[in-house]
């Protein structure tokens, strides 16, 4: 795969960039960081600037973000109500806990799509709950772009600086997002843990 993109970048230059980041926000699997360190890589050997690189970035990222955001928008609560009402009882979902969530992102979720764009993949995939609680469409293009232009600049920089060695910077990336997650796959079983102990209390 990393051959594919350098090669799309080497022919199309920033609208590769802005193309392969889209595609990346929509299929996370894509690595951006291979995007953003060989398009910093691309600074020191061709025409093209770090300013450039890093703008074609930030606005494939926000399209490709504003897709999933759509999907979102699909399923809205009254939709996962139906879903719960149909599917709840294997899930051990309840509509007070869609309404739980949604309230909740309502109150936090401007600053939760910010930083989660420095997480690998739910950097991505934070846009779709966005769109699931009709996020107002201003603030989440705000904290969105706010959020990929400053996880952009730095990896943009870093393959600039470190020029043909830019494929280290990946590989600390690689480590990077690993531990990233084990640590959400444990809170996630702190939580269902949590969630379930509080059902019982309840009972």
């Known amino acids: 795969m990393e051959t594919w993109i350098t090669d799309i970048m080497n022919e199309f230059g920033y609208m590769g960039?802005?193309?392969?980041?889209a595609l990346e926000n929509i299929f996370p699997p894509i690595p951006s960081e291979v995007i953003l360190t060989f398009g910093g890589f691309?600074?020191?050997t061709t025409n093209l600037s770090i300013f450039g690189v890093v703008i074609s970035a930030t606005a494939g990222s926000v399209v490709g973000a504003i897709v999933l955001y759509i999907i979102g928008l699909q399923?809205?609560?009254e939709r996962l109500e139906k879903i719960v009402d149909r599917w709840g009882h294997v899930l051990r979902i309840t509509k007070k806990d869609v309404h739980k969530a949604d309230a909740w992102f309502d109150k936090y979720g401007p600053w939760t799509v910010f930083f989660c764009r420095f997480i690998p993949l739910i950097r991505s995939?934070?846009?779709?709950?966005?769109?699931?609680s009709n996020m107002n469409v201003g603030l989440f293009l705000l904290f969105t772009t706010l959020g990929t232009f400053i996880w952009n600049i730095v990896l943009?920089?870093?393959?600039?600086s470190v020029g043909s060695s830019w494929e280290d910077i990946v590989n600390y990336m690689d480590i990077y997002s690993n531990v990233i997650y084990v640590v959400l796959f444990i809170l996630l079983i702190v939580l269902v843990f949590?969630?379930?102990k509080k059902r019982?209390?309840?009972k």
Do not use: E
């Open 17 to 21: 960039v802005l193309f392969l980041i």
């Open 194 to 196: 949590l969630y379930f």
């Open 156 to 160: 943009v920089n870093l393959g600039a």
């Open 200 to 202: 019982r209390k309840k």
């Open 125 to 132: 995939l934070i846009s779709i709950p966005a769109g699931m």
């Open 42 to 44: 691309m600074t020191t």
């Open 75 to 77: 399923l809205d609560v």
